[in-house]
């Protein structure tokens, strides 16, 4: 299974799972995933209906907030905080290495008023550096 790493108890994030992982991520008490990654990103990932339909087989909710190389936009950032909030428990969100699910969380989460500083620390202990967009999630939190 992929490696999945806690950020708070609402969101974790993980690298690309595959449909023999869902049973586990089920298991794991996770209720809903979240894919931020395109389909035919890289040549062999699996591609995100067979995930969703895995996910569903299981009871789970399934969402795509595909991001490309292209960056966050304000529909993808609205797209994750619904998803979030219409989550009924933790939320698995993956992608190729679980970086861009961590930004487009906190990206997510700074437009609904979450502090910076906060955002950065719950990722840092996750083992993630969101200095690169730090100046985003200011102007974001800022703008509430």
């Known amino acids: 299974m992929a490696n999945i790493l806690h950020i708070d108890d609402s969101i974790s994030v993980a690298p690309q799972i595959t449909p023999a992982d869902i049973a586990e991520i089920a298991a794991a008490g996770f209720t809903t995933?979240?894919?931020?990654?395109?389909?035919?990103?890289?040549?062999?990932?699996?591609e995100g209906a067979a995930v969703r339909a895995a996910a569903e087989a299981a009871g789970l909710g399934y969402t795509e907030i595909p991001v490309?190389?292209?960056?966050?936009?304000?529909?993808?950032?609205?797209?994750?905080?619904a998803a979030l909030?219409?989550?009924?428990?933790?939320?698995?969100a993956y992608c190729?290495?679980?970086?861009?699910?961590?930004?487009?969380?906190?990206?997510?989460?700074a437009k609904r008023g979450d502090?910076?500083?906060t955002l950065m620390?719950?990722?840092?202990?996750?083992?993630y550096d969101l200095t690169g967009i730090r100046a985003m999630l200011?102007?974001?939190?800022?703008?509430?």
């Open 96 to 109: 190729r290495s679980g970086t861009r699910s961590c930004n487009l969380w906190a990206l997510a989460r």
């Open 68 to 81: 490309t190389q292209a960056g966050f936009s304000h529909p993808q950032l609205d797209a994750m905080a």
């Open 138 to 144: 200011d102007t974001l939190a800022a703008a509430r």
């Open 115 to 117: 502090h910076p500083d």
């Open 33 to 46: 995933i979240i894919n931020n990654r395109p389909d035919d990103e890289e040549s062999g990932q699996p």
């Open 85 to 92: 909030e219409a989550a009924d428990g933790p939320v698995l």
């Open 121 to 127: 620390a719950k990722a840092a202990a996750a083992g």
